[in-house]
């Protein structure tokens, strides 16, 4: 790695030791130079995209086959929480698309992304980050879309906030019962 610019990568024994799933770019060039190859170090930066192993045998592209149906709870959940409790202020168009679209922005990253970058870690840990995630980012998501609607108070929002971060604590409670009971959980 001296001045060359490129970094020594042994697959054959990551590969075997099951420590790693190499993207398709390194698997044709370990298929090609058996086992060992040096490229360049930029290249070394793509093993950060690789799925490790684990518990479901180093795929987590299930969780994809889970996002629709976990949508589709959580909105049924969450949006009727927001159309009831959100003050009047807002219309009750915007009530229910606030239902729709905040989960929609939110609930990809809770189930793709956070599930993905925390592999490995513990349930409590991947919990934790992922409620504090997804109210506090609905709520600026919120803030962003109806900043410049006129007649809203500090107390209009702080009822806003306290709406949207307890419908996210309902839908919580509520798949951790489906969880728990084995319905379709992500763990």
Not at 1 to 12: D, E
Not at 43 to 69: C, E, H, K
């Amino acid at each position: 790695m001296k001045g060359t610019g490129t970094a020594s990568l042994c697959f054959r024994s990551r590969f075997r030791a099951g420590l790693l799933r190499p993207c398709p770019v390194f698997s044709q060039l370990a298929k090609q130079n058996a086992g060992c190859v040096k490229l360049p170090a930029f290249f070394f930066a793509m093993l950060l995209f690789d799925v490790p192993s684990g518990p479901f045998g180093g795929d987590i592209s299930w969780l994809w086959f889970f996002l629709p149906v976990g949508y589709a709870v959580t909105v049924l959940i969450e949006a009727p929480v927001l159309f009831f409790l959100l003050p009047k202020i807002f219309s009750a168009k915007a009530r229910l698309l606030s239902g729709l679209w905040l989960t929609a922005c939110t609930y990809p990253v809770v189930v793709l992304v956070l599930p993905a970058l925390m592999f490995g870690s513990s349930r409590i840990a991947y919990l934790a980050v992922a409620e504090i995630f997804a109210p506090l980012a609905e709520c600026i998501l919120f803030w962003l879309a109806f900043r410049g609607t006129q007649g809203i108070t500090s107390g209009n929002w702080i009822r806003s906030f306290a709406v949207i971060t307890v419908a996210n604590l309902i839908s919580f409670g509520i798949g951790e019962v489906l969880n728990y009971t084995v319905w379709y959980g992500l763990f």
